[in-house]
């Protein structure tokens, strides 16, 4: 029975059905040259990041040391007498726990910088694997690239600009 006939004022849409509808493989292949053009747009877009010691964010500075008072603890800096760290009430606690890890590594201005510039990485792969599963050109997700820029990440919304590549996928 054709439930379009039940409905007359509603209309299937051809060009996008719900993932439910669809196999789990990508509709359109991804080719060598559009996992090259990423790649480079991966390396465009990292470079500003990595190569600046001072990025032009808003909330780097606290993000910095939000970042360096759970990498460091209190050595040194007496951190203890002006701060408390209570983990169970913040909102924003995976990338600092993330940024934090990665501090002891590389010191918490680099990982702060790490993870913008994961950030700003991972927009176009994302754009361009939400564009493929929506049987779209997936060359579409270079255009995402200019957004790894944008006004959420001059404000340093280190939380949204980290987030928005995992609702594309």
């Given at each position: ?7 007359p ?14 196999d ?13 053009a ?13 190569a ?32 408390s760290?209570?983990?169970a ?31 700003a ?8 694997w ?22 959420f ?17």
């Amino acid at each position: 029975e054709d439930r379009a006939m039940d409905y007359p004022h509603r209309r299937r849409s051809s060009t996008l059905r719900p993932m439910a509808d669809t196999d789990h493989h990508h509709r359109i292949p991804w080719s060598r040259w559009l996992t090259l053009a990423l790649s480079l747009c991966s390396v465009a877009l990292a470079a500003p990041f990595l190569a600046g010691r001072y990025l032009p964010y808003l909330d780097l500075p606290q993000h910095v040391g939000a970042v360096a008072i759970l990498a460091n603890g209190d050595a040194a800096f007496r951190f203890a007498h002006y701060y408390s760290v209570d983990l169970a009430t913040s909102p924003y606690l995976l990338p600092y726990i993330i940024a934090a890890a990665l501090a002891t590594l590389i010191g918490p201005v680099a990982a702060v910088h790490t993870l913008f510039a994961l950030a700003a990485i991972s927009l176009p792969w994302a754009a361009a694997w939400a564009a493929s599963r929506f049987e779209r050109d997936p060359w579409i997700g270079l255009l995402a690239a200019p957004f790894a820029f944008g006004a959420f990440a001059f404000m340093g919304f280190l939380n949204f600009v980290l987030s928005f590549p995992v609702f594309l996928l």
